[in-house]
Each structure stands twice: as C-alpha cells, then as structure tokens.
C-alpha cells in the first residue's frame, strides 16, 4: 500500500512562492510517475503537474507553466512543487497522486491509483 502525506501548504500574498512536498511510503517510489493536482471549492480536481519516475520528463498546467516546478529525490521518497509568482487563482487544496502503472496521460485523474489527503493553499490579493 502507497502512503502519500502533503506538506508545506499555507497562506501567501500574490507574487509570493511556497514549496509543497509529497512523501511517499514504500520501497518501489522510485517506480512511481507522480502527480500534483488541486482543487479549489466547488470545482474539479484539476491537473498541475506530474513528473515520471526517472524526473527525466516533466507536465504542466499551461496556468501554471514558467512559474512551477515539479521536482523528486528518489532517495528520499519526495516529490516536491516549487510554486512562484502564486495567484489569487491558484488557491485551493493541492493534492499528490502516485500513478504505479505506465500511463501515457499523466494529466488524468483516473491514471493515479494513489493520493494524499491534500494541503491547502491559499493566496491572498
């Protein structure tokens, strides 16, 4: 069983930045293609980003490309979100996924079997 648990949520101005982290259980993470989603209330859990297991190839967003970054330390069983320049419109709960099955659509939900229980994210204008 995958265990994931989020970390680094919290409250930021605009223009501001924070790092979430995503730490995995298990000895096959470094199998794993990982993926960053968020939800803001009342609406769908969107795609953020997501990274394959290597970190040779990186997804995002276009709302969030030139100013995120997805990132893993296999040693460390991390994934993380480098988040920049943060927007009134990126504030919702962000969630990681484990996809432990090749996908060839890393930006759909239904490709991860695993999530976290997510980590809020707000920022204020």
């Known amino acids: 069983q995958v265990q994931l648990v989020e970390s680094g949520g919290g409250l930021v101005q605009a223009g501001g930045s924070l790092r979430l982290s995503c730490a995995a259980s298990g000895r096959t993470f470094r199998s794993y293609d990982m993926g960053w989603f968020r939800q803001a209330p009342g609406k769908e859990r969107d795609f953020v980003a997501a990274?394959?297991?290597?970190?040779?190839?990186?997804y995002y967003a276009d709302s969030v490309k030139g100013r995120f970054t997805i990132s893993r330390d296999n040693a460390k069983n991390t994934v993380y979100l480098q988040m920049n320049s943060l927007k009134p419109e990126d504030t919702a709960v962000y969630y990681c996924?484990?996809?432990?099955?090749?996908?060839?659509?890393?930006?759909?939900?239904?490709?991860?079997?695993?999530w976290g229980q997510g980590t809020q994210v707000t920022v204020s204008s």
């Open positions: 990274i394959r297991w290597s970190g040779s190839s990186t």
């Open positions: 996924a484990a996809s432990i099955h090749y996908s060839s659509n890393l930006y759909a939900t239904s490709e991860y079997e695993h």
